[in-house]
Structure formats: structure tokens, C-alpha cells
């Protein structure tokens, strides 16, 4: 090898080592926060502890989230994508109200979604991907009867995600991931905010059903049990409008104070 070779190649060693190793570490650490801004957000806006309709900056969410800005700048543009976050100029960003009619139409775009997932997940699905499910399904079953629906809720965020990696079709996660963040919060105010239905044996129930016919590629069966679950979830919205104050669901509803004046009423409550 002659010198100038040897010199080339001494300097693509020098120049490619730093371009290849050091930014990995800091590139994973940034999706990590990212998502991780992502699931904190996404978990208050299911349980409501950021109130449907009310107005937020991003800083707020800062405090709220205990994370820094920039992971929740991007976690709010993803929530905003998904129609869950409202970005208002120049009055913030808004936690979007729930709109029971738009909702229960959402439901029935998300029957046709499933029902097309789940068929491939049954159809696709790896004795790794069968294995995880039969594993959670077990899970689900021993804490059956002890299960919070705040802890249920992370394990249908996994079985979501599972089903949706059998399927093997990535297009799928941005259409569907909005969808059932919409109506895990519904499910968690049917639970939470109606009386008498605290208990949350059917909803387990209904998405063992699901685990138990994907995980043993029971296809017709998925489908069907798939639509089980959709039709008790459409349930849950006639028991939500006879039971649940409108003012809890769109906080910009609630009376202004009789002493307040225009200085003094924020913009959430004029809006």
C-alpha cells in the first residue's frame, strides 16, 4: 500500500469514528425522552387530570410532566397530530374537549381498523408475538379481581402495541394509537365517573377474549371477539350523557364566577 493510500485511510478512520459512535447514545436517549414525554402526557389526558378543555402552555406541561422543554414540545406535536391536544394561537394549547357524538363516530371507523388488524396479527403472528400475548393473558387473570382501571389501562397500552407489531404493518400505529387513547379516556370516565360501574371485570374480560383467540390464531373467532369489544365500549357512551355533568367533559362550560369581570376571567372560561 502506497503512503497516500495509508494516509487516506488513516483519515477516514479518524473522521468516522466520532460520526458513527458518539451521536447514537444521544439519538436514543432523544426518542426515549420523546416517548416517554408522550406516555406521561397521553396517561393525564386519559384520566382527565388534565381537564378535557382546559388551556395549557407548555411550560405548564413542563411542570406537570417533570420533563424539559424540548421532549415536550415534540410530545405535544405528536398529541396535537393525533387531535388530542388543540394548539390555539395565541391562547396556548388546549386539552381536547370530549365530544361524545364525534367519539362514537370515531368508534365506528376504529370496528373496521380492528377488525382488518386483528385478522393480520392472527394471521402474521410469530410464536414470540403468541407467546407475549398468552403471557399478559395470564397476568391479566391473576390480577383480575385486584386490578385498578389506571393499572389496566398500561396493560392495554401493551396489548395494543403487541397486536399491532403481529400485524406487522407500521402504517397501521398512526392511524389506530389516537383512537384508543380516545377511548381509553372514555372507558376510564365510564368507570370512574358513572355510578355503579366501577367494576371492570367485563372490560377485562372482553380483551381477554381478543389476547386468547390472536394468541391461538383463531381468526374468526378474533374478529368476532374484536367486535364484542367495540360494541360494550359503544355501550358505554349512553351511560356517559345520562350520568356525566357536560361541564366535566369541556371545562370551557363551567359558569364564570358572578363577580368576575372581563380583566379578571381567563380565556379558557370565555372561549
Not at 397476568?139 to 386490578?147: K, P
Not at 400485524?167 to 397501521?172: D, I, S, V
Request: proline share 5%; with cysteine; hydrophobic share 40%.
Amino acid at each position: 500500500m502506497s503512503k497516500q493510500a495509508s494516509k487516506r485511510q488513516v483519515k477516514s478512520e479518524v473522521v468516522k469514528g466520532p460520526t458513527t459512535d458518539t451521536p447514537a447514545p444521544a439519538r436514543r436517549n432523544a426518542v426515549n425522552l420523546l416517548d416517554l414525554a408522550y406516555e406521561r402526557l397521553e396517561h393525564l389526558i386519559v384520566t382527565c387530570e388534565l381537564r378535557p378543555g382546559a388551556f395549557l402552555t407548555i411550560q405548564d406541561l413542563q411542570n406537570i410532566s417533570g420533563l424539559s422543554r424540548t421532549p415536550v414540545h415534540q410530545a405535544v406535536t405528536r398529541l396535537a397530530t393525533d387531535t388530542l391536544i388543540i394548539v390555539r394561537p395565541r391562547h396556548g394549547l388546549q386539552i381536547a374537549p370530549i365530544d361524545l357524538a364525534r367519539e362514537r363516530l370515531l368508534l365506528t371507523l376504529r370496528r373496521d381498523l380492528e377488525r382488518f388488524v386483528i385478522r393480520l396479527a392472527a394471521e402474521r403472528s410469530s410464536s414470540s408475538h403468541r407467546n407475549q400475548m398468552l403471557h399478559l393473558a395470564r397476568q391479566l387473570r391473576e390480577r383480575r379481581d385486584a386490578i385498578s382501571i389506571s393499572e389496566f389501562n398500561a396493560f392495554d397500552r401493551r396489548i395494543d402495541q403487541l397486536i399491532l407489531a403481529a400485524a406487522g404493518e407500521p402504517f397501521l400505529e398512526h392511524t389506530l394509537r389516537p383512537l384508543h387513547t380516545v377511548f381509553r379516556r372514555i372507558g376510564w370516565i365510564y368507570h370512574n365517573r358513572t355510578s355503579g360501574h366501577s367494576n371492570i371485570g367485563q372490560t377485562i374480560d372482553t380483551h381477554l377474549s381478543v389476547l386468547d383467540a390472536v394468541a391461538n390464531r383463531e381468526i374468526e373467532l378474533a374478529v368476532g371477539s374484536s367486535d364484542t369489544l367495540i360494541d360494550f365500549v359503544d355501550g358505554m357512551f349512553h351511560v356517559i350523557e345520562q350520568n356525566v355533568d357536560p361541564e366535566f367533559l369541556d371545562c370551557t362550560l363551567e359558569p364564570i364566577p358572578p363577580a368576575a369581570t372581563d380583566e379578571q376571567t381567563p380565556n379558557a372560561a370565555r372561549t
